[in-house]
C-alpha cells in the first residue's frame, strides 16, 4: 500500500515568491493535517480536514497561508508572498478518521532565501 | 506554550543499552500518548502509542511507562541497536476531542557501535 505522497520534495524560493505543496494521502483515508516542522522541533498542526471540510485551521496563518482540499482527497498548501521565517519541512498526515494513528508523508523542505 | 516538555535533547548510548526519554505534560484532558520515531529525510513514524489506563506498555525492545499523577511518560529502548540512531517524539492528544496530536521538541539518539 502506497504511503502519504508529498510533492515536491524540495524548493528553494526567493521571499516574496509564491509556493505550493502538494499532498495525497493514502487510500480511504478521509483525514488529512498539514504540519510545519522548524528545525529542531516537533510537527505543528496548521490544518486538519475531514473530508473537504477544514474542521481545524486555528493555526493557520490567514494572512499569508492557505489550503484546499477540493474533493476529500489530496490536498494543496499555499504560501503567498513566502518570508524567510517560512523555512521549515511541510508536512502531509492521514487517518481514518479522527481517533486513530496519523501516518505522516516524508515532508516538503522549504528554503527562503 | 509547550503543551508536552521532553528530555534530554540528544542522548548518547552504547549498543546494548537502554535508552530513556521523557516527557510530560500538563493538560489532564490528554488521553493518548503516542511516540514518533523520525529518521533524516523521512517523516514521523508511530513507534508505540499508550493510552492513561495502563501504567505500561510493552512492544518488543520499546515501553512506554505512564504516570498519571506525576503527569509523565516515557520511552525506554532495551537493548539499543545502531539502527535505533533516530530522533524521538512524544506527543500528546485528546482535550479537543479530536486528534490534534501536540508534540514534544525531540530527542536526537545515537547508538554508538
Known amino acids: 500500500e502506497a504511503g502519504v505522497v508529498q510533492s515536491p520534495r524540495y524548493k528553494i524560493i526567493e521571499k516574496k515568491q509564491p509556493v505550493a505543496f502538494w499532498c495525497n494521502p493514502i487510500?480511504?483515508?478521509?483525514?488529512l493535517y498539514w504540519y510545519l516542522q522548524n528545525l529542531g522541533q516537533g510537527p505543528e498542526l496548521l490544518i486538519r480536514?475531514?473530508?473537504?471540510?477544514?474542521?481545524?485551521d486555528s493555526q493557520l496563518p490567514k494572512d499569508r497561508f492557505s489550503a484546499e482540499r477540493l474533493k476529500g482527497v489530496d490536498s494543496t498548501l499555499k504560501i503567498q508572498p513566502a518570508e524567510l521565517g517560512d523555512s521549515a519541512v511541510y508536512l502531509c498526515?492521514?487517518?481514518?478518521?479522527?481517533?486513530?494513528?496519523?501516518?505522516f508523508g516524508p515532508g516538503t523542505r522549504l528554503t527562503v532565501l | 506554550q509547550q503543551q508536552v516538555k521532553q528530555s534530554p535533547q540528544s542522548l548518547i548510548v552504547q549498543k546494548g543499552g537502554i535508552s530513556i526519554i521523557n516527557c510530560a505534560y500538563e493538560?489532564?484532558?490528554?488521553?493518548?500518548f503516542p511516540w514518533y520515531q523520525q529518521f533524516p529525510g523521512k517523516g514521523p513514524a508511530l513507534l508505540i502509542a499508550?493510552?492513561?489506563?495502563?501504567s505500561e506498555k510493552k512492544e518488543g525492545r520499546f515501553t512506554i511507562s505512564f504516570n498519571k499523577s506525576a503527569k509523565q511518560f516515557s520511552l525506554h529502548i532495551m537493548d539499543s541497536q545502531p539502527g535505533d540512531s533516530a530522533t524521538y517524539f512524544c506527543?500528546?492528544?485528546?482535550?479537543?476531542?479530536?486528534?490534534?496530536?501536540?508534540f514534544g521538541t525531540g530527542t536526537r539518539l545515537t547508538v554508538i557501535p
Open positions: 498526515a492521514s487517518s481514518v478518521g479522527t481517533y486513530n494513528e496519523q501516518f
Open positions: 487510500s480511504g483515508h478521509n483525514t
Open positions: 480536514y475531514e473530508n473537504e471540510e477544514a474542521v481545524d
Open positions: 493538560n489532564t484532558a490528554f488521553d493518548y
Open positions: 499508550i493510552r492513561p489506563d495502563v
Open positions: 506527543a500528546a492528544s485528546g482535550d479537543t476531542g479530536a486528534n490534534n496530536l501536540f
